[in-house]
């Protein structure tokens, strides 16, 4: 997966976006102004933060040397990823799984407007 590959995936998402609070050279990508991936499209190798259930978490961390604990987050809710160590598939669901979570964590209200109850 390439990073443009990468940065149009998580931007297919309902209501996602793209900000740079942390500058020019990190792309967050959020739904409803909650992050579901942090992401420098520029770095080599292609890394992605994404946030996942503590339990799959340690899970996924265990099966693929490519998963560790999320850099400068919270290591129980966030995996970071070596993103061309792992299959494109792969990769593509667990940036949906993260948005997923997060989404989980909206209102009920915000989840019904985004089709995903």
Known sequence: MTPQ???TFCLEFNASAEEF???PEASV???????????ALDARPLKVSLKCDPDEALR????HAAIVPGWHLNKRH???VTVSELP???V???VE??????????PKAERLRLDRP
Do not use: H, I
């Open 29 to 39: 990508f959020k739904v409803l102004g909650k992050m579901f991936a942090l992401v």
């Open 97 to 106: 799984d993260s948005y997923d979570l997060v989404v989980a964590g909206l």
């Open 78 to 80: 966030w995996n970071t």
């Open 5 to 7: 590959e990468l940065r």
């Open 88 to 90: 494109a598939r792969m």
């Open 21 to 23: 609070p942390f500058g």
């Open 92 to 94: 593509r669901e667990l």
């Open 60 to 63: 996924l961390r265990e099966e």
